[in-house]
């Protein structure tokens, strides 16, 4: 892990790109999964969800490089705040990371869980094969 830069006055570019990546990803996801049900049963919901799983997998892997950069080559800032406030912001930056975190393992395992196909290529084998859920 690379020591806090204190002339530093802002991120690298690596670190913005990886943030700004994260939160769009997020929001895209968010998004996919509120419209999902929208499509009817059949093959354009399977495309619908498999749009959402190819993009949790996206998410997965950009989390992963930023994680990965944060803890060897990102630039570190100094706390903008000391004390209880600064621990407190390191908390919940920590705890954003893993809940992002959680949401893709969460994500992962419903994927394998209903066995879902992947735009009619391929099927996850499914956790429980009698698991009677909507495709």
Same mark, same amino acid.
């Given at each position: 892990?690379?020591?806090?830069? !204190?002339? @530093?006055? *802002?991120?690298?570019?690596?670190? !913005? ?7 769009? $990803?997020?929001? &895209? +996801?968010?998004?996919?999964?509120? &419209? ?6 059949? #093959? ?6 498999? =749009?959402? &799983? ?5 998410? @997965? %892997? !950009?989390?992963?490089?930023? &994680?990965?950069? *944060? $803890?060897?080559?990102?630039? *570190?800032? #100094?706390? @903008?705040?000391?004390?209880? =406030? ?9 705890? %954003?990371?893993?809940? %992002? ?7 992962? @395992?419903?994927?394998?869980? *209903? ?8 099927? %996850? #084998?499914? !956790? ?5 859920? +909507?495709?």
């Amino acid at each position: 892990m690379h020591p806090v830069s !204190i002339a @530093a006055t *802002r991120y690298d570019d690596t670190t !913005i790109v990886f943030h700004w990546a994260v939160a769009a $990803l997020v929001a &895209i +996801q968010w998004f996919g999964a509120q &419209i999902i049900d929208w499509f009817p049963s059949g #093959p354009s919901r399977i495309d619908a969800r498999s =749009v959402h &799983i190819a993009g949790g997998v996206l998410l @997965a %892997l !950009i989390l992963l490089g930023r &994680i990965v950069w *944060r $803890l060897t080559a990102g630039r *570190r800032l #100094p706390s @903008a705040e000391g004390g209880i =406030v600064g621990l407190i912001a390191k908390a919940a930056h920590c705890g %954003l990371y893993g809940l %992002l975190v959680l949401m893709v393992m969460l994500g992962m @395992a419903l994927a394998w869980a *209903r066995g879902d196909s992947i735009f009619n290529l391929f099927s %996850l #084998p499914p !956790i429980d094969p009698g698991n009677k859920c +909507q495709r």
